[in-house]
């Protein structure tokens, strides 16, 4: 029987902690899942490398595409530093020009600043024009792994574009399927796209009643989401998901 590698999508070391009880094998760590991940704090990849679980942590300064201005990526480069020191075993990355295409100047910096560590480009590969060329240029790059949802809004929807990222891969770099991937659909991703490894985020709200007091107040957006509760990752979806795809 083939092991299926779970990676668990994490937005704090709270998370990684659920991931490593429940049998995950790595997570990533972000913080704001909401906002598609940016980078997390030192502090939560300290705390998340004691369950010694192998830690990709994301180095995204903001929401917002991924074409940075020259402070941002200077802030990545420090980042990288600070959070391979707290004990990060990989950095989480994506660095595009304005119009789409992989930036290979400042991914080359990047992926130097990683050295020996593993290097992962995220989604930012499901917006670029030529799916092929930037994945041969990743390649030459040095890049270990890509998080892809073949470029579709899930990996359901781009399975058969995973399928042939994979096979145009040839093991010269890893293809990891992530976005989308549930409890329902996760054996027809596997089987759809010859995946050995998935990437997936599986949470439950929890409580947090410490601004119940004055509800009018709101820290956030506008979207005004509840501000009394918070998303976790779940251990027992997560426990589930490992048994289902070890049967």
């Known amino acids: 029987m083939t092991h299926i590698l779970l990676e668990i999508c994490c937005g704090s070391a709270d998370d990684v902690l659920a991931a490593k009880a429940a049998g995950a094998d790595r997570v990533e760590l972000n913080s704001s899942m909401f906002l598609g991940?940016?980078?997390?704090?030192?502090?939560?990849?300290?705390?998340?490398?004691q369950?010694?679980?192998?830690?990709?942590?994301?180095?995204?300064?903001?929401s917002g595409g991924f074409c940075y201005t020259d402070a941002e990526f200077q802030t990545m480069l420090y980042d990288v530093d600070a959070l391979l020191e707290a004990g990060a075993d990989g950095i989480v990355f994506g660095i595009l020009t304005l119009d789409g295409q992989v930036d290979l100047e400042r991914c080359k910096i990047l992926r130097d600043r990683i050295g020996a560590?593993?290097?992962?480009?995220?989604?930012a590969f499901d917006v670029v024009p030529d799916w092929r060329a930037s994945m041969d240029q990743l390649v030459d790059l040095g890049i270990d792994r890509i998080l892809t949802s073949g470029q579709c809004p899930?990996?359901?929807?781009?399975?058969?574009?995973?399928?042939?990222?994979?096979?145009?891969?040839?093991?010269r770099l890893?293809?990891?399927?992530?976005?989308?991937?549930?409890?329902?659909?996760?054996?027809?991703?596997?089987?759809?796209?010859g995946t050995k490894q998935i990437h997936i985020a599986l949470n439950q709200v929890?409580?947090?009643?410490?601004?119940?007091?004055?509800q009018s107040i709101?820290?956030?957006?506008?979207l005004y989401p509840p501000e009394n509760q918070f998303e976790i990752a779940d251990r027992e979806k997560i426990h589930a998901l490992r048994q289902m795809i070890n049967a």
Do not use: C, W
């Not at 899930?154 to 093991?171: F, P, Q």
């Open 218 to 222: 709101y820290f956030g957006g506008a």
């Open 174 to 193: 890893e293809i990891l399927p992530g976005a989308g991937i549930t409890l329902q659909n996760v054996h027809d991703v596997i089987r759809e796209t």
């Open 206 to 214: 929890r409580q947090d009643p410490s601004t119940n007091q004055n």
């Open 37 to 49: 991940g940016i980078t997390p704090s030192i502090g939560e990849v300290r705390v998340a490398r």
């Open 117 to 123: 560590h593993t290097a992962v480009f995220h989604r």
């Open 154 to 171: 899930s990996v359901r929807d781009g399975s058969k574009t995973v399928a042939e990222m994979i096979a145009y891969a040839d093991d």
């Open 51 to 62: 369950t010694g679980l192998p830690i990709m942590a994301m180095v995204r300064p903001r």
